[in-house]
């Protein structure tokens, strides 16, 4: 798989979102993880690279969803999943 | 390329119609529900006034609505642009931006479309500039709206955008719509005072505009403190507010609905989506559901997805119950969901019928494919994931669309095709490297390659779900032809890397490989295999007319109105080169007189073929009709922004005025290219050019010291190995070494010159070679070889009546003809075979302009007192004695000799009067 970001993914990544978003939305979200804290949503789990972390920002965007934060959290260890 | 039709009468290929061209340049109308935003049409009006206005925000905060008010109150007209993925090539946006122009002046962008027929090879720049200059015409201020620019990800587009915002006339305006800030300098016109912004927090509603809303557009009824339930929970959004609308519609409790409201703490969008959807009849939320996944709707395209026979009934009636669907034409025969509101029922549909999704798809396809409409049909297809008929359509498209200009799609569909599906094709193989080098991405373009010619060599071929040996005949048959089309891409990207002996080593195999009717590759192959042999490659000019010609001939064929110019262009500058002026003379002409006819006159390439004719006149002793012709060249290279085009013209203009004498002119022209090159850099053919015109000039005034500069910078010597690049230079290396005596070392560069020229057949240069080997020799006083070199140089210039160009040469250039003229007519004829009325000619010419004998561009004549010092000079007297002769003191006479040096451009005594009786100022 061609990887032009130089740091090897997949990566875990923490999205929190003000407002809470339904589970259903799990798909949405390449299969991210929905919890919630208080009245914030958090997407949680590995995304492949760089490309996908943007593409699901923009996903995020366009519902009107106020994006708090971005956060990498550590590697997955370089096993991939995701083909 | 979607423009609709070709009125090429060559086009050859079934271009499919676009009949959704239009609805992406339809102004919306604002709904019936309008709120007006008074506050926020002034911010418009008063932005307007500058050059862009950016409307930045979030999903349903009403920007495109705001625009549809605006554009129905305002008197500037307003051409209407709707972005789309597909948009993100540089040449489909050019397009369509064309388009949107041409909504409010018919006439515009005429050329501009025609060079969009070019699938590649334009700059990108010169379209643009094409279609500036015709929105110039536009009298009075107006719009240009680009709606849903965050969809746009290509840098090569947002370049564009910026490119248009610094060049735009005064008139033009922008205004882009977009959730998310666009990559534009838009700090630099926020400082300049040229961007207006309107934001998210201009755009929510206020509490007037909810309960303008609620209570008087759609006669609610609600209590103030409803509204300011709603405004909080959903904090100004337009979209929620509308939502909240809608599922309130026809309820008893309203009160009691806003309440429940407070207490959801779900994504507010999801929330209402449920409300406003459980409150539709069953048919309509299937409707709503099953048409979510079409980008646009019309009736019948929504009769085949939703196997239904009402469709276009339930589009008026959704439309007019206000549920998030837009006409995107007058007729209502298009529609569009609100972009949040399909992404909403899409993620319904999807958890609640995730089966049908692929029918659904599959069902949309097939419409799209009866209709004639291939490229929505290709989309469906990958998300039905119907991947094999995917891929065989993209194959068909791939292959007609380079003909007719590049289709943005194709990196697209490309990378949501499995790999699998493109490894196993050469064919597919080979567009995706076209396509990724195009795009930059050389390294992935060369792995497809490689795949490519991987499977063409081996015998058999895979393919998912099919027979390989059916697909190996399918290719066996094509294979060599193939191969010359990845040639061609090898050709492309050695070009790039300016490797020369890799652009012919592979445009020939391409050449060789390729069919005759690959017209447009082929003519790829052809143009880059010329270059690597013209001006700017080896030199060897009959290879590079033999490539060019054939490259004409494609262009015409197949009707490509760019390349043929391109073509044509660079044929008679290399039939110029062969010394055949006259030919090449009325070819210019007429080639100018076609461009001027196809409004192709004003893109910068073309300024080339003004300046050629001028110079070719000039050479021919007709300054005066050829210096307009150079100047008319190099303004509109100017006004193209071309700058390698306009420098070439400025050498043209610098030779002209070399030739009419004007060496002050020159020089200043000199200095306007120098001062170029400090912002920008010139490819290496044409720096060398520039120092050898330097060299020309600085001879022709006598300046020695600077062309030994600048022959040292250079690092010319008369060992270098010979190229076509340094010919020029070397040529003044020559001219240099003669000045000085060193007729030797002269002698030993120039008969290495002159066998390379003629083994390349540059007789433009040949001729000056031999007039110099002839000044050599005469210099030596050795008569008879100076005859005989001049006789040769005559010969090879008399078919194409160069006259010039042995005026240059002085005076011992005019002696020598003289000898000529008074020899036997026999050895006229037989050892040089050239006319006396030929030599006649040129002596008539010396005559008539008494070349450096009069206007030696001198940058101030001299005065009296000045003329009279350099007599003294001249006749051997120190300062002192000169001093005392003219009865002033040792300090004025200093005065005076420097004066006089920096008049004449010297640096000694000695020097100044040499110069002086060169210039014939002193007998």
């Known amino acids: ?83 | 390329m979607a423009i609709r039709s070709s009125k090429n009468k060559y086009s050859r290929s079934k271009i499919p119609q676009f009949p959704l061209l239009e609805t992406k340049l339809y102004v919306p109308t604002p709904p019936n529900t309008l709120v007006p935003r008074p506050r926020l049409i002034e911010q418009l009006n008063k932005g307007i006034k500058r050059k862009l206005v950016l409307i930045s925000a979030p999903a349903g905060f009403g920007k495109t609505i705001l625009l549809s008010e605006w554009i129905q109150k305002n008197e500037i007209p307003v051409a209407w642009f709707s972005v789309d993925k597909s948009d993100n090539d540089p040449l489909h946006f050019v397009n369509y931006i064309t388009a949107a122009l041409r909504t409010i002046k018919a006439d515009i962008g005429k050329s501009a479309q025609d060079l969009l027929k070019s699938p590649q090879l334009i700059p990108i720049q010169s379209i643009l500039i094409n279609l500036i200059n015709d929105a110039m015409s536009i009298p009075k201020d107006f719009a240009v709206v680009i709606d849903d620019y965050h969809l746009i990800e290509s840098k090569q587009v947002h370049d564009i955008i910026s490119f248009l915002l610094d060049h735009m006339p005064q008139q033009m305006h922008l205004i882009i719509t977009t959730r998310s800030d666009p990559p534009l300098p838009i700090p630099r016109f926020r400082s300049q005072n040229q961007l207006t912004e309107i934001r998210a927090s201009d755009l929510i509603f206020t509490t007037d505009e909810t309960t303008l809303f609620f209570n008087e557009k759609l006669n609610l009824g609600l209590s103030l403190e409803d509204i300011s339930l709603l405004e909080s929970r959903t904090e100004g959004w337009i979209a929620g507010l509308q939502l909240a609308a809608l599922s309130m519609q026809g309820l008893k409790d309203k009160s009691g609905f806003i309440k429940t409201f407070k207490g959801i703490d779900r994504y507010i969008g999801d929330y209402l989506l449920e409300e406003v959807l459980s409150r539709q009849p069953e048919r309509v939320q299937y409707f709503l559901l099953q048409t979510s996944i079409l980008d646009r709707l019309s009736g019948t395209l929504c009769d085949a997805v939703t196997q239904k026979k009402d469709s276009l009934q339930m589009l008026i009636t959704l439309e007019k119950a206000n549920l998030f669907i837009f006409p995107l034409d007058n007729e209502r025969s298009w529609f569009r969901y609100h972009h949040l509101f399909s992404g909403l029922l899409r993620q319904r549909l999807h958890q609640a019928q995730p089966d049908l999704v692929p029918e659904l798809h599959h069902r949309a396809h097939e419409w799209y494919l009866n209709n004639g409409l291939k490229y929505e049909a290709i989309d469906h297809l990958l998300a039905e994931r119907h991947f094999e008929k995917a891929a065989d359509l993209i194959e068909e498209i791939a292959g007609i669309d380079w003909d007719r200009g590049r289709e943005s799609k194709l990196l697209q569909w490309f990378s949501a095709l499995p790999d699998e599906y493109i490894s196993s094709s050469p064919l597919l193989c080979i567009y995706h490297a076209r396509e990724l080098f195009e795009d930059g991405d050389w390294g992935a373009a060369e792995m497809r390659m490689q795949e490519a010619e991987r499977m063409l060599e081996s015998t058999r071929t895979r393919r998912k779900g099919a027979s390989s040996d059916v697909l190996t005949q399918k290719y066996e048959k094509s294979k060599v032809e193939l191969q010359g089309r990845i040639s061609v891409i090898r050709t492309m990207m050695a070009s790039y890397k300016g490797d020369i002996p890799k652009i012919i080593k592979y445009s020939r195999q391409a050449l060789k490989a390729l069919r005759e009717e690959d017209l447009m590759w082929r003519s790829v192959a052809a143009t880059m295999l010329g270059f690597a042999h013209g001006w700017s490659g080896d030199g060897n000019l009959p290879k590079a007319e033999h490539a060019f010609s054939e490259a004409k001939t494609i262009s015409e064929a197949g009707g490509n109105i760019f390349t043929n110019l391109l073509a044509s262009h660079s044929l008679y500058v290399i039939e110029t080169y062969q010394g055949r002026l006259k030919q090449s003379k009325e070819k210019f002409q007429e080639l100018i007189h076609l461009t001027e006819e196809s409004g192709l006159s004003r893109i910068g390439v073309a300024g080339s073929n003004y300046a050629m004719l001028g110079y070719i006149l000039c050479e021919m002793n007709n300054i005066e009709e050829g210096l307009p012709y150079i100047k008319r060249g190099i303004q509109i290279a100017e006004l193209g922004r071309d700058t390698i085009t306009a420098v070439g013209c400025y050498f043209n203009l610098i030779k002209a005025l070399y030739y009419k004498g004007d060496l002050t002119g020159a020089e200043s022209i000199l200095q306007k290219v120098e001062k170029i090159t400090r912002e920008f850099t010139l490819p290496p053919w044409m720096s060398h050019a520039l120092a050898a015109t330097k060299g020309i000039i600085w001879l022709a005034k006598g300046n020695q010291d600077d062309t030994a500069r600048m022959i040292r910078e250079q690092g010319l010597s008369i060992d270098d190995e010979l190229s076509q690049r340094r010919e020029a230079e070397h040529t003044v290396l020559v001219h240099f070494l003669i000045e000085q005596k060193r007729i030797d070392e002269a002698d030993q560069l120039l008969k290495r010159l002159i066998k390379e020229a003629e083994n390349n057949n540059r007789i433009i240069i040949l001729i000056q070679l031999k007039i110099l080997r002839a000044l050599a020799f005469y210099k030596k006083d050795d008569l008879e070889h100076a005859l005989d070199e001049l006789g040769q140089a005559l010969s090879l210039a008399e078919p194409g009546g160069f006259i010039l160009t042995f005026v240059m040469g002085g005076a011992p250039v005019a002696e020598l003809l003289e000898k000529i003229l008074g020899m036997k007519k026999y050895w006229i004829d037989k050892k040089y075979s050239i006319s006396r009325a030929y030599v006649k000619r040129i002596l008539s010419a010396f005559k008539t302009r008494a070349p450096l004998k009069t206007d030696f561009g001198l940058v101030e004549p001299l005065s009296e007192r000045e003329v009279e010092v350099l007599q003294l000079i001249a006749a051997g007297f120190t300062n002192q004695e000169i001093a005392q002769r003219l009865y002033i003191s040792l300090n004025t006479v200093r005065t005076h000799t420097k004066n006089i040096n920096t008049k004449l451009n010297v640096h000694s005594r000695t020097q100044a009067a040499a110069r002086a009786k060169e210039l014939g100022i002193l007998e």
């Open chain 1, 1 to 83: 798989m061609k990887k032009p970001d130089s740091s090897p993914g997949p990566w875990h990544y923490w999205i929190k979102l003000k407002g809470r978003l339904d589970k259903q939305w799990t798909d949405w979200f390449d299969g991210l993880t929905i919890t919630y804290e208080n009245d914030t949503t958090i997407l949680k789990g590995p995304i492949a690279d760089q490309a996908a972390l943007y593409g699901l920002l923009i996903r995020v965007r366009d519902l009107n969803l106020p994006l708090l934060l971005v956060e990498r959290i550590e590697s997955s260890g370089g096993k991939n999943d995701y083909e």
